[in-house]
């Protein structure tokens, strides 16, 4: 399983929409982020399809997620955006076939579990606990 840039965005992207109790524009993401407007929207449409943001047209419309945080793994977000390749390749010799056993199948298994693992409330709780402490003003 391969982790782009794109994934990391798509994880970024909806970290911000869990925050947030309202729908956001693929502009207000981006503002968040400080991303292309026009990169993001590849991204939102590729979470979109894979049925984990949903959008709503109109004047009170934006993205929001579609199913709540702690049903999302970073698995899913991960497999919208990059499908599930993983670092395996079919083995056309004895060294790969070596490689493949003891290097890239287990480390395509442990990856997959991790991703598994954690769910997106977990990040969302995580930034909260960071920001809070970080700009939190005492008099």
């Known amino acids: 399983m391969k982790i782009t840039s794109k994934s990391r965005i798509a994880i970024k992207s909806l970290i911000v929409l869990g925050l947030e109790s309202k729908r956001l524009s693929v502009r207000e993401i981006a503002e968040v982020e400080d991303l292309s407007v026009r990169y993001l929207e590849q991204v939102i449409s590729s979470l979109k399809k894979s049925h984990l943001v949903d959008s709503l047209k109109g004047a009170n419309g934006g993205y929001a997620l ?3 945080a702690d049903q999302i793994t970073v698995f899913d977000i991960v497999t919208a955006i990059e499908g599930n390749q993983g670092f395996s390749e079919e083995a056309t010799s004895t060294m790969e076939k070596v490689l493949d056993d003891f290097v890239f199948s ?3 298994y442990h990856l997959e579990e991790k991703l598994k693992s ?3 409330i977990e990040l969302i709780e995580e930034f909260r606990s960071k920001t809070n402490s970080e700009y939190m003003y005492y008099i």
Request: hydrophobic share 45%; aromatic share 0%.
């Open 106 to 108: 287990p480390l395509d």
């Open 118 to 120: 954690v769910k997106l």
């Open 66 to 68: 579609a199913k709540s």
